[in-house]
T-cell receptor
């Protein structure tokens, strides 16, 4: 079954806090994407991972293939990071399956 | 700038009418997708196309139809057979950038059917 589970569903943090969002999936994948959705609805791709770790600015994404788990970290969080973060996995072929998202609010 | 455009941003229709949502990309990507997003649910795949003149049903294709006559364009028609058409619709494409596949999304169309 192609399940993608994210936790937490909702997250409120104070500005400057270190944030972690988790994603678990049920079967082997070829790639995992972290996406950011802003209140207006637009979605931006943050990372695509198939192994290891990637870093872009204050964002870090890691993946553990054996444990079928990925984390998205935000260091020194800022109110502009407030958004919904979505995990999507790609199995064989070109279809993606999406988690329900983590709604992050960073308070000044 | 390369990207995906969807129009219109907001669309209102009466029940029983068919409506077509536009999706255009200038990224030269072969694969294009239509997703539906409902509150509290992850994006769900309606249709996808990996090449011109070919497309496959996704998990929730009933009540929808698509065409792919040009590489750049992948319009979605929401027919009167779709029981709950009110939703946020996102078009996406996939292409290889710097050795890895990346997803690109359009800004979405919010459809309200009354």
């Amino acid at each position: 079954k192609n399940e993608v589970e994210q936790s937490p569903q909702n997250l409120t943090a104070q500005e400057g806090e270190f944030i972690t969002i988790n994603c678990s999936y049920s079967v082997g994948i070829s790639a995992l994407h972290w996406l950011q959705q802003h209140p207006g609805g637009g979605i931006v791709s943050l990372f695509m991972l198939s192994s290891g770790k990637k870093k872009h600015g204050r964002l870090i994404a890691t993946i553990n293939i054996q444990e079928k788990h990925s984390s998205l970290h935000i260091t020194a969080s800022h109110p502009r990071d407030s958004a919904v973060y979505i995990c999507a996995v790609r199995y064989t072929g070109n279809q993606f399956y999406f988690g329900t998202g983590t709604s992050l609010t960073v308070i000044p | 700038d390369g990207g995906i455009t969807q129009s219109p941003k907001y669309l209102f229709r009466k029940e029983g009418q068919n409506v077509t949502l536009s999706c255009e990309q200038n990224l030269n990507h072969d694969a294009m997708y239509w997703y539906r997003q409902d509150p509290g649910q992850g994006l769900r795949l309606i249709y996808y196309s990996q090449i011109v003149n070919d497309f496959q049903k996704g998990d929730i294709a009933e009540g929808y139809s698509v065409s792919r006559e040009k590489k750049e364009s992948f319009p979605l028609t929401v027919t009167s057979a779709q029981k709950n058409p009110t939703a946020f619709y996102l078009c996406a494409s996939i292409g290889e950038e710097s050795g890895s596949y990346e997803q690109y999304f359009g800004p979405g169309t919010r459809l309200t059917v009354t």
